[in-house]
């Protein structure tokens, strides 16, 4: 266990500047049978974020009549989905795969089905291995739901021993 926290703590000094390429890579290695991001066809929400030149990464998304709670909003359920995958995607840019390990999401106002929705994330900090991220979703120009997270890096899954995940 001790060799398995050096390495995480290793893993946080590998600082990367944002890149939509090493995102893209994390995705494919990572990710690949994502509920919310994996491949279009597999049932799950498809989304497909890309990476600014700040490091921050955004997605449209269309909010579909299946994915409703209250009669024409939009789950809440689905909402911090759709946040703490940006969070994740914005850790992947810099190089980093991690496990979510708290989300607070505040929901400030519904979010309409049969319409559009940014979703955006950024990371803020981290303390080794612990990274603090934030995502907000957009509809109409209206923030309607705000994350903050706290997620664990894993310094890849090859050198995890079996059982910890
Ligand atoms: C059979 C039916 C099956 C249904 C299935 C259910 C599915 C599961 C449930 C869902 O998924 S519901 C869909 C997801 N949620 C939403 O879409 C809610 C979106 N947010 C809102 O509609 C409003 O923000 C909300 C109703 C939550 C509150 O609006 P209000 O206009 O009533 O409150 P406002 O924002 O004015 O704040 C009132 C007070 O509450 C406080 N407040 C609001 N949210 C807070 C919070 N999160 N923490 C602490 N305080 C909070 C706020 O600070 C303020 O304090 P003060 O009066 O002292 O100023």
Redesign the pocket.
């Known amino acids: 266990m001790t060799s398995i926290i050096r390495d995480i703590r290793m893993a946080t000094h590998i600082t990367i500047a944002a890149t939509e390429q090493t995102r893209k890579s994390l995705q494919s290695q990572f990710h690949s049978h994502c509920h919310a991001c994996g491949m279009p066809g597999s049932g799950g929400l498809d989304l497909h974020f890309v990476t600014d030149s700040d490091g921050n990464v955004a997605t449209d998304w269309f909010c579909p009549g299946n994915c409703q709670?209250?009669e024409g909003?939009?789950?809440?359920?689905?909402?911090a989905t759709l946040l703490d995958s940006a969070m994740v995607h914005a850790l992947f840019a810099r190089g980093i795969v991690a496990h979510t390990a708290e989300l607070r999401v505040?929901?400030?106002?519904?979010?309409r089905i049969e319409n559009s929705v940014r979703v955006t994330a950024c990371t803020q900090s981290h303390t080794g291995p612990l990274h603090l991220t934030s995502a907000t979703l957009i509809q109409d120009g209206v923030p309607?739901?705000t994350a903050r997270a706290k997620f664990m890096a894993v310094p890849s899954s090859a050198a995890l021993p079996e059982g910890l995940f």
């Open positions: 709670s209250y909003i939009l789950h809440g359920g689905v909402i505040r929901y400030r106002r519904p979010v309607c739901a």
